[in-house]
């Protein structure tokens, strides 16, 4: 068994319905840039998706998606607010500080990942001069960096707080599918409905080789966005194969399949883990991450194994993340494997 397979959901391979529709792709000649079939039918198939008619662009990954998008919402002298585990904060590089020519984000608290609403209300309201950076956009992640899901009531409540701040609601949806899987709702009642500009959509995470879609609900956002990607280096001239494993993995319902397989994995594993005394879950399992409390000998022991995994968010905590292409019978070994190494370790 592969020991890196639990360290991230981008450690996964490509789907069966990518990689048909890229081999379908891969017929002859296309346009390029995106003035091709692919990215047309992506684009309406994202339309559909989200039952609305929203404007659609490939990027090559997501810390791209990220911070055009923001930076598309904001000007130098503005401020982006969101949680202080946010993937814009901690694992961009400063990407959309760079994008926007200096825009400052700003961070809140919350539990579980989520962005503490009062701290969003009173990071907006403490300062209203000049000398503060315009606070102009609000970035959740959804499903967050730590395995939770907004309801679509806290969204609803989220939404109704940006637009009374008078700010853009952008989300980092790198995991968008795996928080559909866990919710059932449509992806409308959680995007546009709930009041979002621009959804930052993920592919790689859920089977993709590449590729996440920005997706502007609020057309006017998204002027010029087409420049914007272009000067960043993110302007695909085969566009057609950024586009095609949206085309087949919408089509045959494997985006959201995949998805509801890994966060599946991750309820699994969470229960086996939990059935280990020294372990406990720090976070809701709600999507295809599974965040633990574990000894730091039977990190080290782990470690030691051979299995690969990260520990980065403080000492005794573990994070196990499961994809579209992670087994019930892996689950099952490795649980065995933790299980047998924790008993060696209370004896
Ligand atoms: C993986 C991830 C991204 C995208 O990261 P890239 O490595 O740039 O593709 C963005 N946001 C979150 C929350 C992620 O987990």
Not at 47 to 55: H, L
Not at 229 to 240: E, F
Request: charged letters at 20%; aromatic letters at 10%; proline letters at 3%.
């Amino acid at each position: 068994m592969n020991k890196n397979m639990f360290a991230s959901d981008n450690y996964s391979g490509v789907c069966p319905s990518a990689w048909q529709a890229l081999a379908e792709a891969n017929r002859g000649f296309a346009r390029a840039y995106g003035d091709d079939d692919w990215t047309r039918r992506a684009c309406n198939a994202l339309r559909t998706f989200f039952e609305t008619d929203c404007q659609i662009f490939f990027v090559f990954n997501g810390t791209a998606a990220n911070s055009l998008a923001l930076a598309s919402l904001c000007r130098s002298y503005h401020s982006i607010i969101c949680h202080e585990l946010a993937h814009v904060e901690t694992d961009e590089c400063g990407a959309s500080e760079f994008f926007s020519n200096g825009t400052k984000v700003l961070l809140v608290p919350g539990i579980a990942g989520k962005v503490d609403l009062e701290a969003v209300r009173h990071t907006v309201e403490r300062r209203t001069d000049i000398h503060y950076p315009k606070p102009r956009v609000l970035s959740l992640t959804q499903a967050t960096e730590v395995g939770s899901v907004y309801q679509p009531a806290e969204m609803a409540e989220i939404g109704a707080l940006a637009k009374a701040l008078h700010l853009k609601l952008h989300v980092d949806g790198a995991r968008f599918a795996n928080a559909l899987a866990s919710l059932h709702v449509t992806p409308a009642e959680i995007s546009w409905r709930a009041g979002v500009d621009v959804l930052t959509f993920g592919g790689t995470k859920n089977g993709m080789p590449f590729g996440e879609a920005v997706v502007f609900f609020n057309p006017c956002l998204a002027e010029e966005f087409d420049y914007r990607c272009k000067q960043a280096g993110q302007l695909a001239s085969k566009m057609r194969y950024l586009a095609a494993p949206w085309v087949g993995m919408l089509k045959d319902g494997s985006l959201l399949a995949n998805a509801a397989h890994a966060n599946a994995m991750a309820r699994l594993l969470a229960e086996r883990l939990v059935e280990i005394p020294s372990i406990r879950l720090i976070h809701p399992v709600e999507a295809n991450a599974v965040f633990v409390q574990m000894p730091s000998a039977l990190i080290d022991a782990l470690h030691e194994a051979g299995w690969h995994f990260y520990t980065f968010i403080g000492t005794g905590h573990a994070r196990f993340m499961c994809s579209w292409q992670t087994s019930a019978a892996e689950v099952e070994h490795f649980s065995a494997v933790v299980k047998q190494l924790a008993s060696q370790h209370d004896r």
